[in-house]
């Protein structure tokens, strides 16, 4: 029997039916297209990854069936690894083309796409890779990175016209074959604490931020309670493409033409802008996913201690905002910017800890875990990328400046709900007279701080500024700087996706 000749379009992270090029092109291309998407096991079992993410991508999946089914098109999930999946499919069909966008991912994906360029070229199946989000394959250096990422995010959207789509309906004995090893049964659960998946929320989510929210984003983007609601809460919609960032960027910009609160738009604005330049970051040197970017701190020892990456990972530090963040964060896999970087902060400067010990930990937490900005974001935060300025967070102050009531504190370590607001940030502090009173004895409730912070800090402090002086940290530093950021000139140096920096994205205000 003859195979019928087809197209396939593979759904990675881009879980989504508008502004998607590769689903454009095959349509254009003119053959039944199979629309495929592969939960493989391989990377669900991988140490970054967790049910949590998975049901995400399921939720996602399950709107986008629906979409389709209304159109009468079907989507061909699988649980599955990818060659397998086009191994089983060669024998039912001769496959043209596959269209994709290109993945940014860990070791895994990266592994797995060379794999599968090497069984496309064997089977002499084109496979065409599309640039994602204005990410840059190959880059060298950044010089119009920035300007080719604006035209990116302002060129029209593209739109798959469904009139000319045809379909291939896979046969049944073929989706049995696939499927034959169920989901986790956790996949299809509500977990009323998480975002739910798929692009109608990414859009209920969007238009709630751009309606009202957005007016208190800076005030408050550091404030874990507050942030949780003036935040835009997108981030695990871009991580699985439920909404492309150009359509995020467009929908800002109408957004602030229509009367949005210019500053906290553009201050938006220019977080998106970061979110592409760390991806592209990693994109250019992956290696970072288990060195430190800069190799000047390849000496700098560190001893485990299991025990305190432990305490960390579960919230039993001692420390309330640390441990209201870490538990937090468990529960529901959202924290704001800056209670990661100070979690990441705490454990590799106060615990002292390589930051490998905790990357994996928070990547499986958080739920818009995308390699691209986790990776580079953890090595500037524990200090390993050399060319930003270390910051050591205070987890006390940081709870006084930006937790004040204790709400955050109160809501996430029930334990220490009896205490005064005055000693919440530090309940170490408490006499043993005080604690009597209260009902409540330190060590029992809730554990003694498990290092002494003021002198952690300075230890910290006096090595990594000492070793910031070393000739192979500086050696490596101009190489970072030359291969990451774009040059303004011989001699000047801009370091794009530093959050002092402004990048002046949108176009300035019209003169009355
Ligand atoms: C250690 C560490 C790990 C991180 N890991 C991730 C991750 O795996 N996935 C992820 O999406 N973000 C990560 N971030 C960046 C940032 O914390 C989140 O993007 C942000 O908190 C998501 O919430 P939001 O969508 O409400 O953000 P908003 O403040 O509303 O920002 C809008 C979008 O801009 C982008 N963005 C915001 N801040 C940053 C930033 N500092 N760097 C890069 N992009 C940014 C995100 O796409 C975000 O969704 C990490 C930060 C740190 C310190």
Known sequence: MQRPRINIVWFKRDLRLSDHLPLQQAIEAGLPILLLFCFEPSCMAHVDSSNRHWRFAWQGIEVLEQSLARMGIP???????????????????????????????????????????????????????????????????????????????????VHPDWAQLQVFVPPPDLLARLRAQPLPSQLYQNFPDFQPGGTHNAWRYLHSFLHSRHRQYFKQISKPAAARHSCSRISPYLTWGNISMRELWQATRHALNA???????????????????????????????FENLNRGFDTLEKPVRPDWVQAWENGYTGFPLIDACMRCVNATGYLNFRMRAMLVSFLTHHLWQPWQQGVHHLARQFLDYEPGIHYPQFQMQAGTSGVNTIRIYNPVKQGQEHDPTGEFIRKWLPELAPLPTAHLHEPWKLSALEQKWLGWELGKQYPQPIVNLEQRATHAREVLWKWKKNESVKQENSRILKTHTKRKSENETLIMGDPAVQTGIFPAKKQK
């Not at 039912?92 to 596959?98: G, K, M, N, R, W």
């Not at 998106?272 to 992956?286: D, G, Y």
């Open 75 to 157: 989507l061909f999930w699988v649980h599955a690894e990818a060659l397998e999946t086009f191994q089983t499919l060669l024998q039912y069909a001769e496959i043209q083309s596959v269209y994709a966008y290109q993945e940014t991912g860990n070791a895994l994906s990266y592994a797995r796409d060379q794999h599968m360029t090497a069984f496309f070229q064997k089977q002499r199946i084109n496979w065409l890779e599309y640039p994602s989000g204005g990410v840059i394959r190959g880059l060298k250096h950044r010089n119009h990175w920035e300007q080719y990422w604006l035209s990116q995010m302002n060129a029209p959207l």
């Open 259 to 289: 009367g949005g609160d210019r500053y906290n738009l553009e201050q938006f604005g220019s977080r998106l802008f970061w979110h592409c330049h760390f991806i592209q970051k990693f994109e250019s040197e992956c290696r970072m996913e």
